[in-house]
């Protein structure tokens, strides 16, 4: 398919574009959709903890939902020298004061394929260890509340109606990708 592309607003981190097609009938259509501006991709951690089996989660206030959400942590691959799976062991202690060994390259896809072009790539981070935020940069814009859900009562916790809170869909998709590939 051909697009004429129409950059429509830019941001520090976002741009809307605007994207002019024809649909296979010949009528003329116009997509508005969002790329992220200077990254180079997008990383999620599944951690476990090492004796206790719980998967770390962070809770924070996302303003787009006007409202908590409990997700993986998660970030941006924004820093210049970093990889993934760097970035993803940054992201894990900044976020949440744990680190792991092992970080396993797990999957990775578009997210939010109708709105915007990003995609992410999941590590898991089997036996993590509260190591603590000494040393670790913080984001000012980031207030997160670390959770932990023992592994075996997660789908319950992600299926449940909670009332001060969402959960990301994503968990489950992760949590179900690492049984079928017999990382859990």
């Known amino acids: 398919m ?9 941001g520090k ?3 809307v574009i605007g994207k002019e097609f024809q649909t296979k009938t010949g009528k003329d259509c ?21 004796k206790e089996k719980e998967v770390v989660l962070t809770k924070q ?14 970030g941006l691959v924004d820093k210049d020298g970093e990889n993934f799976t760097d970035t993803a062991k940054r992201e894990l202690q900044e976020e949440t004061g744990y680190s792991a ?21 999941i590590y898991y981070a089997p036996d993590a260890e509260y190591v603590g935020f000494e040393g670790v940069e913080s984001d000012d814009a980031e207030d997160i ?12 916790f992600c299926v449940k109606k909670h009332d001060d809170f969402t959960v990301d869909i994503k968990i489950l998709g992760t949590l179900k990708i690492l049984e079928y590939k017999g990382l859990l």
């Open 61 to 74: 206030y996302r303003i787009p939902h006007e409202g908590c959400v409990v997700e993986t942590p998660a």
């Open 145 to 156: 509340e670390v959770i932990k859900i023992p592994l075996k009562d997660l789908v319950d």
């Open 2 to 10: 051909n697009f004429k592309k129409t950059n429509l607003y830019n």
């Open 101 to 121: 060994d092992k970080f396993i390259y797990v999957h990775g896809g578009p997210f939010n394929a109708g709105m915007s072009d990003c995609v992410m790539d």
């Open 30 to 50: 116009l997509w508005e959709c969002v790329e992220r501006s200077n990254v180079r991709g997008i990383v999620a951690v599944f951690a476990v903890t090492k």
């Open 13 to 15: 981190f976002l741009r």
